[in-house]
């Protein structure tokens, strides 16, 4: 409980004595790029093979004939979507960011740069900390989409290359009921998910007391707490809006 | 000038400073001085509000600042320069952006002022054609020059170094020292100095307090060392072989 009140003493002075507009546009750039257009290729990567493999094992488990073909990546695009897409990749985004997030900061503390700051008049937590949550919150739900995307590709390639699936069928079977919500239920979750992730994550690394070990654990609590929180927080969601 | 009066920190169960009063004066190099785990960089973290002390108030020129709001603690900070023990350097910038960066955050200079200032306070410190340099690819010594440029840069009334000369060789050490107090008398600011060095405490301590065990035993100036006549003090003083000849010679 300690810990958690101060998260929320930690949350409160991002927002007090903040600087210029300019110069969080420029940070919240930076930081844009950093965990977003640096994440792209793994994610890419991730979430191809994840919609590929997916493809396969639905396949796989459904043997009987009285199920139509198009079933397969009915159930590609309802896992993708509603937890694949924003949930793995969220434990990806914590792995990669996250941890990163943490180290970073961490070294600061430990090398005085963040007491640099401090002392000439700078809110250290509103200057490092809020470009980095404003930067995930702005770039994960993208990240989000582009697994998404990714994923139902990579089904597509694999299911109609090696003939488990007609292009048509998987067409029709992504098309097939679908419901709009579940878009929106996987972008809220993606908000969530990386504010979750770069608040915890920045705060970890915050309050690093130590050296250069006392900087490898904090990245390592950044990446498990990150976890757990979002773990929590995907099973909130799902019983609070998906009635 | 700065006055702390009564300072107080602990730590859990471990008292590290007991009841600390002091002045440092405008224009002289002011030292704090004592033996390693004396509380010497947490009476100076008091003194800057990185730390918050239990009891005690320190006076910048007449403003409390200990009991300051946030808007006015951010204002004296803004008058404060610091050189840290490692030089504290941002690492994701260069020399320049390094240097430059109070100017960015803390006024509105146009970007030819800036770097005019920025190149004029590299000179002052004995830097030039660093700027692009990153804080990883300069020695020890120029990490420091570029922390002590960076601390003037805003044109501070206040300088603090926390063991300016720590892990520098002799010969880096002295013009780093030289540096300090050239710059304290130029500008005519308070400089405070942490150091346990007593090449330093010779060389540029104008006003020296001497911390034992988190409590102020003496105060005073260099030249007054030799006749202190405090116990803990001698033997700290002269646990070195430069100062033992010294007073041998006395």
Same mark, same amino acid.
């Given at each position: 409980m300690k810990e958690f009140g101060r998260y929320l003493i930690f949350m409160y002075s991002l927002v007090v004595r903040r600087e210029t507009f300019i110069t969080y546009y420029r940070l919240v750039l930076e930081e844009c790029i950093l965990v977003g257009v640096n994440s792209i290729f793994l994610f890419a990567l991730v979430s191809t093979f994840i919609g590929a493999v997916?493809?396969?094992?639905?396949?796989?488990?459904?043997?009987?004939?009285?199920?139509?073909?198009?079933?397969?990546?009915?159930? *590609?695009?309802?896992m993708t979507i509603l937890e694949l897409a924003p949930t793995i990749m969220a434990i990806i985004y914590a792995g990669k960011v996250g941890s990163s997030m943490s180290g970073n900061l961490g070294t600061m503390r430990i090398t005085e740069q963040i007491d640099a700051l401090e002392v000439m008049g700078i809110n250290s937590t509103s200057y490092l900390v809020l470009p980095k949550i404003i930067a995930s919150l702005l770039m994960y739900p993208l990240l989000v989409v582009l697994a998404g995307a990714c994923a139902l590709a990579g089904g597509y390639f694999v299911g109609t290359l090696t003939g488990i699936i007609t292009p048509t069928d998987y067409i029709?079977?992504?098309?097939?009921? &679908?419901?709009?919500?579940?878009?929106?239920?996987?972008?809220?979750?993606?908000? *969530? &998910?990386? &504010?979750?992730?770069?608040?915890?994550?920045? &705060?970890?690394?915050y309050y690093t007391k130590g050296g250069a070990l006392e900087v490898g654990i904090s990245s390592t609590a950044a990446v498990t707490t990150s976890v757990i929180a979002v773990l929590i927080a995907d099973y909130l969601l799902a019983q609070l809006l998906l009635k | 000038m700065i006055e702390i009066q009564n300072i107080s920190k602990s730590f859990g169960d471990k008292q590290v400073l007991r009841n600390i009063s002091g002045v440092f004066e405008k224009g002289k190099t002011n030292l704090?001085? +004592?033996?390693?785990? /004396? +509380?010497?960089?947490?009476?100076?973290?008091?003194?800057?509000?990185?730390?918050?002390? %239990? /009891? +005690? /108030?320190?006076?910048? %020129?007449g403003r409390n600042f200990t009991d300051a709001g946030k808007d006015m603690k951010?204002?004296? !900070? !803004?008058?404060? =320069? @610091?050189? #840290?023990? =490692?030089?504290?350097? #941002?690492?994701?910038?260069?020399?320049?952006?390094?240097? @430059? #960066?109070?100017?960015?955050?803390? /006024? $509105? @200079?146009?970007p030819t002022d800036k770097i005019e200032r920025v190149n004029f306070c590299l000179k !002052?410190? +004995?830097?030039?054609?660093?700027? %692009? $340099?990153?804080p990883s690819e300069i020695s020890g010594g120029m990490k420091k020059r570029v922390g002590i440029a960076r601390a003037i840069v805003n044109n501070p009334n206040y300088l603090f170094c926390d063991e300016p000369n720590s892990g520098l060789d002799p010969q880096t050490a002295i013009v780093i020292d030289d540096l300090i107090k050239e710059i304290t008398e130029e500008y005519e600011i308070t400089t405070v100095v942490v150091s346990h060095d007593m090449n330093s405490v010779m060389g540029i301590g104008e006003r020296i307090l001497f911390l034992f065990q988190g409590e102020k035993i003496w105060e005073g100036t260099n030249k007054e060392i030799m006749t202190s006549g405090v116990k803990e003090f001698d033997n700290f003083v002269f646990s070195n072989k430069v100062m033992q000849n010294l007073k041998a010679r006395e």
């Open positions: 997916t493809t396969v094992q639905t396949a796989f488990n459904l043997v009987a004939p009285y199920i139509p073909s198009y079933i397969i990546s009915n159930v *590609v695009r309802e029709y079977g992504i098309r097939y009921a &679908f419901n709009e919500y579940t878009v929106t239920f996987a972008l809220i979750k993606s908000f *969530v &998910f990386a &504010f979750l992730i770069s608040s915890i994550s920045c &705060f970890k690394g | 704090i001085i +004592g033996a390693s785990g /004396t +509380g010497k960089s947490v009476l100076l973290k008091c003194i800057v509000g990185l730390i918050q002390p %239990d /009891t +005690g /108030t320190v006076f910048y %020129d951010a204002e004296i !900070r !803004r008058e404060i =320069g @610091m050189l #840290f023990q =490692g030089g504290a350097l #941002f690492d994701s910038k260069n020399v320049e952006q390094n240097v @430059m #960066f109070p100017l960015n955050v803390l /006024t $509105k @200079m146009s !002052r410190v +004995g830097l030039e054609n660093v700027n %692009d $340099k990153m």
